[in-house]
């Protein structure tokens, strides 16, 4: 049934945000690596940091824009109204396994940064704006601000991944701006909802393609592609 599946989705979210909180915050079974006082988590626990974090990420933009489709999108023709490009859309990313295997490992560690970093401003105008939409459910804006807490975490593990393991990389990331945030300021209620459901709709996107570009990175670089 509806409600079985509904309660299955946050009893595996809910599994999620565990595994990961134990991983980031408790520590306690895997000891870090120390070179002349200077301590550095082991690369291998830092990709599976990350990818469970990625992946709670993805969790949580899915059920938002779930929970907002069946709020707010009551017929074809809202749906035909959403704009197919995403503001990171120019981002010149892979789009399958075999592209990425053409992308040097560095650079894609780049590319992810920056799309994680592009999420900060349409994250904070959703929490903002969320409050002044019609009825807006308490789920969809408590996900979106837990996403804002956790998006953060991601950013400071992706970038420890790349000082610990190709520190002449760093500083490389491209920084985007999302072009569609001002059209959510805009009075209209059908123009705001149409915003908002694209912006999620693309931060969904982008965030199940940082969770594939981790799961091959730490495949390629931790296990040698034997995985």
Request: contains cysteine.
């Amino acid at each position: 049934t509806m409600n079985s599946q509904v309660s299955a989705r946050k009893a595996g979210t809910l599994l999620l945000l565990m595994m990961s909180n134990l991983l980031f915050c408790q520590n306690v079974q895997t000891l870090p690596v120390c070179s002349g006082g200077d301590c550095q988590t082991p690369l291998p626990e830092l990709f599976d940091r990350v990818v469970m974090l990625s992946h709670y990420i993805h969790t949580l933009y899915t059920d938002m824009f779930i929970e907002f489709d069946k709020q707010y999108v009551q017929d074809r023709e809202f749906i035909a109204k959403a704009i197919n490009d995403c503001p990171t859309s120019s981002l010149a990313t892979p789009e399958d396994k075999e592209q990425a295997q053409k992308v040097p490992p560095e650079v894609l560690l780049n590319l992810i940064l920056s799309l994680v970093h592009s999420w900060n401003d349409p994250l904070f105008q959703l929490i903002t704006g969320l409050g002044g939409i019609h009825e807006a459910p308490d789920a969809i804006i408590s996900r979106a601000k837990e996403i804002e807490e956790q998006n953060k975490r991601l950013l400071e593990g992706i970038e420890k991944i790349i000082s610990q393991a190709y520190p002449e990389a760093k500083g490389n990331e491209i920084y985007l701006v999302w072009s569609q945030l001002p059209s959510l300021q805009g009075v209209d209620e059908e123009s705001k909802d149409l915003a908002f459901y694209n912006n999620i709709r693309c931060l969904r996107r982008d965030s199940h393609k940082v969770d594939n570009y981790l799961k091959f990175l730490r495949c390629q670089i931790v296990h040698k592609n034997n995985c």
